[in-house]
C-alpha cells in the first residue's frame, strides 16, 4: 500500500514532534519533512512534493494563509491541511478562497486528523465541524447563498505580502532585502507602494494593518512605534 506522504509547517518543535509521533503511528501515513515557517513549506514542498501539507497559520517570515496560496500555485497536486488554532471567520473565507483541501482547529483528536489527511489526499474536502458550521453560516449570510465561496479581488501581491509580514514583525529594510533576496531600493519601493495602496503613512500603520488582516499576530510584535 502506497503511503500519503505529508509534509509539517508549525513553528512551534514540542508541536511538530506531536504531531509526527502520531501520524506515524499510522501505517499509511509518512510524514517526510518539518518546516518551522512558511518560507520553508513553500521551498520543501517544492523540493519534496509531498501529497499532503499539514500548515499552520500564524508562522514567522511568511505566513501560512500566502505559503499556502504560493505552494497550491507551484504545486498543485498537493494538498493543504490547515491546522490552527484560529477559527475566526475571515481566516475561514481567506483558506477557502485559496483554495485549501480542508481546515482543522488545534483541538481536534488525532483520529480526525488522520482522517482528514486520508479524505483529502482523495481529493475530498474536510473540516473540523465548528469550521463546517462557520461556513454554512457564513454562505447564508451571503445575498446569494454562497459568499464565502467567491473569490475575492486580491488587494495585495505575494511579494507585497511577504514584504508587509517582514516589516511588521519589526525587520529593517536590509534585513527584510537579505531574506528575500533583492535589494535595499527595491525593499524602499515596496515599503512605498504599500503605504500609498493602503493609504497609510508609517510602519505603526502597517503593522496595524497586518495584525488586522491576519497577516501576523498582535503577539509578535506587542509594541507599535
Do not use: W
Not at 98 to 125: F, V
Amino acid at each position: 500500500m502506497k503511503r500519503i506522504t505529508v509534509l509539517l509547517a508549525e513553528d512551534h518543535l514540542i508541536v511538530r514532534e506531536g504531531l509526527r509521533a502520531l501520524l506515524e503511528a499510522e501505517g499509511d501515513i509518512e510524514v517526510v519533512g518539518e518546516v518551522q515557517t512558511g518560507r520553508q513549506a513553500v521551498q520543501l514542498t517544492k523540493k519534496l512534493r509531498p501529497g499532503v501539507v499539514v500548515m499552520d497559520i500564524a508562522m514567522p517570515l511568511l505566513n501560512g494563509l500566502e505559503a499556502t496560496r504560493q505552494i497550491l500555485k507551484a504545486v498543485p497536486a498537493t494538498r493543504v491541511l490547515i491546522l490552527s488554532a484560529h477559527s475566526d471567520d475571515e481566516y475561514i473565507r481567506q483558506v477557502v478562497m485559496l483554495g485549501a483541501a480542508g481546515y482543522l482547529i488545534k483541538q481536534t483528536s488525532a483520529d480526525l486528523l488522520s482522517r482528514a489527511i486520508r479524505e483529502i489526499q482523495k481529493g475530498n474536502t474536510f473540516f473540523s465541524p465548528s469550521i463546517a458550521h462557520r461556513l454554512h453560516s457564513l454562505s447564508l449570510e451571503s445575498p446569494d447563498g454562497c459568499g464565502v465561496l467567491k473569490k475575492k479581488k486580491t488587494v495585495l501581491t505575494s511579494r507585497e505580502v511577504e514584504v508587509l509580514q517582514l516589516i511588521a514583525e519589526g525587520k529593517a529594510n536590509k534585513q527584510v532585502a537579505a531574506e528575500l533576496g533583492i535589494s535595499v531600493k527595491t525593499v524602499e519601493k515596496h515599503r512605498q507602494h504599500l503605504m500609498s495602496k493602503l493609504d497609510l503613512h508609517d510602519t505603526a500603520g502597517l503593522t496595524r494593518y497586518a495584525i488586522a488582516a491576519g497577516i501576523i499576530e498582535s503577539r509578535v510584535r506587542v509594541t507599535l512605534i
